[in-house]
């Protein structure tokens, strides 16, 4: 992944969120289970496929529930996100993980980029 920064684009109709566009690292390896185990560490999470053609569908999953979750039982996902280090940009919908850290560099340059528009249904 080249970029320094990851991004999440939120959108919402009448205050609902209805659209999420995200761009951030993640990590996939082989379990000893036989699933594939999918690090998506600037959300704190960790979900699980069944083979390399699921990986995709695993992660937008997860991304999915957190989201919901964030708006139905959180403070909403922005500040959900901010508590986890997200960064919203001034008079903007875009939350930004900045990395002035050297680790959160490398995360950024190890991690295979993720870049979906999810739908979602609150």
Known sequence: MQHKEANIEIQRNNGKLSCVTVFIPVWHKQEDSGAIGIGIPLFGLKTFANDENDIDAAIEECLKCFCILSEKFGQGLEKELEVLGWQRETQSTDL?????????????????????????AC
Request: charged share 20%.
């Open 96 to 120: 930004n993980f900045s990395v002035e850290n050297p680790v959160f560099e490398q995360m950024m340059e190890t991690g295979e980029p993720f870049v979906h528009q999810l739908e979602i």
